[in-house]
């Protein structure tokens, strides 16, 4: 019996979500507009390769031209992480990742948002 009970837990923790290690060659990777990757890279991204006073330079050249550009102020990019309609046309839920730099273009902030 606690082998059953093990077996189980198991596979229930094992079904979670998998983190990997940051990828440049994945990460602007999509289909149909889903970047398939990036939720499991961005907590590696932004512990191992992310850092505050890196220039805005070289975040591009690491992950890409950014996102949406609209309703966002002067000094801010973001990147889509995930976005999920369910079964909707409206987005119910989603991540992005922020960069707030300075007047000469250095990182001043960088966060994960979940809305």
């Known amino acids: 019996m606690k082998k059953l009970i093990f077996i189980c837990f198991y596979m229930l923790v094992a079904c979670g979500p998998k983190q990997m290690e940051f990828e440049q060659s994945k990460w602007n990777k999509s289909f149909d507009g889903y970047y398939e990757y990036r939720e499991n890279m961005v907590q590696d ?50 991540k992005e990742l922020y960069f707030e730099f300075d007047k000469d273009s250095i990182v001043t902030d960088f966060r994960l948002e979940h809305w």
Do not use: A, C, S
């Not at 505050?52 to 102020?73: A, F, R, S, T, W």
């Open 45 to 94: 991204l932004m512990e191992n390769h992310l850092e505050k006073g890196m220039k805005l330079k070289k975040v591009v050249e690491l992950l890409g031209e950014p996102g949406n550009y609209q309703n966002k102020k002067e000094n801010e990019i973001t990147y889509e992480i995930m976005v999920d309609y369910g079964w909707n046309i409206d987005p119910m839920e989603g």
